[in-house]
């Protein structure tokens, strides 16, 4: 069974569009993540959740808006896409050990033309 | 800002020879960790190491850190073709929950 999983692996849009990536975790984790990787594979935070409380919002544009609607699952929306968008998304989630060790998805590319 | 660098970019080596790779990050932190990243899947977790520890190995991972330089390194030991992959270093500064990753060391070991 996969741990963290993404879907959908690759969603390919044009701009202006609005799109959603659905996350969900089997691991009993409390806290979820979202990251960007961009085509450099530079990865940054963007959202954090702890058991559905939002604690992390890394001055993500308000178009990318993050739904928990239980703690096993964080999903993410983003109006009006941009080309700027495109890059892989990835959810993670965090055992709560106190080490901050994350558990990540395969990821979802998504490439906005 | 970004908190972790890693030194080299990028990383060509032979099977059985060592690859070491190095991270630079600004400030203080609780732990450090090491993840790989194969081509087109997710980050996996290496190893972590604490701030007051220096080194620790894991099968053929090495992990040092030096806190007085924010430095930290990678060594693999005997690679394999299987190795090839992107290696991250994150750092946990204490923020609740919030690590943060460096920009990779792509390694590629040609059999």
């Known amino acids: 069974d996969t741990a963290v999983s993404q879907t959908p692996k690759y969603l390919v849009t044009q701009m202006g569009n609005d799109k959603s990536i659905k996350c969900e975790q089997n691991?009993?984790?409390?806290?979820m993540y979202w990251y960007k990787q961009d085509s450099k594979k530079f990865l940054k935070i963007m959202f954090s959740?702890?058991?559905?409380?939002?604690?992390i919002n890394e001055t993500v544009p308000n178009r990318f808006s993050p739904k928990s609607p239980d703690k096993a699952h964080l999903n993410l929306h983003i109006n009006s896409l941009e080309l700027g968008d495109s890059a892989v998304y990835f959810c993670?989630?965090?055992?709560?050990?106190?080490?901050?060790?994350?558990?990540f998805g395969a990821g979802s590319r998504l490439t906005v033309l | 800002s970004q908190q972790g660098e890693e030194d080299p970019q990028a990383l060509s080596i032979q099977e059985g020879e060592n690859a070491t790779m190095n991270c630079s990050y600004k400030?203080?932190?609780?732990?450090l960790q090491w993840y790989r990243q194969n081509s087109g899947r997710g980050l996996v977790h290496l190893i972590l190491?604490?701030?007051?520890?220096r080194e620790k190995h894991s099968g053929r991972l090495r992990v040092t850190l030096d806190t007085s330089k924010k430095s930290s390194s990678l060594l693999i030991t005997a690679s394999r073709a299987a190795d090839t992959a992107s290696y991250f270093c994150?750092?946990?500064?204490?923020?609740?929950?919030?690590?943060?990753f460096g920009a990779g060391t792509r390694l590629a070991v040609h059999p």
């Open positions: 190491i604490r701030s007051n520890e």
């Open positions: 993670a989630s965090d055992g709560g050990s106190g080490a901050n060790v994350l558990t």
């Open positions: 691991l009993g984790h409390d806290t």
């Open positions: 400030t203080s932190i609780n732990n």
């Open positions: 994150a750092t946990d500064g204490g923020g609740y929950n919030k690590l943060i």
């Open positions: 959740y702890n058991n559905k409380e939002l604690i």
